[in-house]
Structures are given as C-alpha cells and as structure tokens.
C-alpha cells in the first residue's frame, strides 16, 4: 500500500525474504536491500529503518547474529513482528497473537456491554457481530488455533457475549471453530483461483 503525501511517497508493510542456506544467500538478501533503497529514493518514497525488523525463521538450535543494513543503519534484530495486524514469531507459535487478539477482543466487548446495558438482545447480539467477533476471526485462516490454551480463552469471549444476551447455551450461534473451518477449506482454493472467479484457461 502507498499513502501519498505531497511528493513524497511512503511505503506501508513491505516484506523483503530469502532462503538463507550459506553466506551467500546472506549477501544475496542484503543486496535485495540495497536495490530496495536506490528504488525507493529514485522514486522519492521513504522507508524507515527504525520501523524495520530482521526476523530469521530457523530451527537450528544455535542461530547467528543477524547482520542486514538499509543504507548505512543497520535493521534491529527481532524474534516478532506485526504484519498486516498479524503477530508473527519466528518460532512460528501463535501465543502473541492470540493474547493480542484476546486484549483487543476483550476490549471491545467490554465497549459494548457499558454501551448496551440496556438494550434489546438482538442489538446486543448484532454489536458482538459487527464489533468483537471480526476481532476474533481476523487472519484465522493463518493463525487458526488447536492448542487447547489458546482455544478455550477465544470461547470464553463469545461466551461471555452470549451470556450478556441471556443466551446461556449459544443457542443458535456457530462456535468459533466451526466459523474458522470454511475459511480454511477455501482458502487454497481461492490462492489458485483469479478474484474474477472465472479460473484459468
């Protein structure tokens, strides 16, 4: 994405990546970088090397220093980063994420029952849809949960909404697991298949 401001564009969420296998995979990527920076001041866009992260995904036990530079600043080394609003380990475990996606989704649904303490059940149960439930959902197709610690505290949240509703059992509401089950399903499917719908000739 591009935000435009006066002459000057600025670049939002950029990913650069490289098979690291030796050295020269190293050298490879951190050309990549070079060439970024000559693109980006040819056409007079700006990255920020405070905002950038180097995260290497490896399950090697003894892991080196990572060593990349934009320009002349070298890039912070992390074990974490947010892509898209998406918590990414370089362990590959979702922990972050969930906790991240549970102190937003608690939020609000916090919101919402101060908002509509007395409001009718259904605009209750429209808020959780509109408001705290998109929260819950959001990149699941990537992070879809199976351990039962990270699952249980995603349920509770709907639960609590269901109960601000006086539905005690959930009576008539798909749970969470069965809501992140199509995306799942779809999702190779759409990878492979044009936004036109019409498939490949």
Known sequence: MLMIFGETLFADDCIIYRKITDSSDMDKLQTDLNRLGKWALKNKMRINPDKSKAVSFTKARVKERIRYYFGEQLIPEASSFK???IIICNDLNWADHVNYTLRKACKALRFKTRILKKGKNNTKRLAY???VRPILEYGAVCWNPYREGQVSPLNRVQKRAAKFENNIN?????TL???????????PFSRHTPADGLGKR
């Not at 992140?180 to 779809?186: G, T, V, W």
């Open 83 to 85: 892509y898209l609003g």
């Open 129 to 131: 849809t509109a408001l």
């Open 170 to 174: 959930e009576s008539g509401w798909e």
């Open 177 to 187: 697991a069965q809501r992140r089950l199509s995306p799942r399903i779809c999702a």
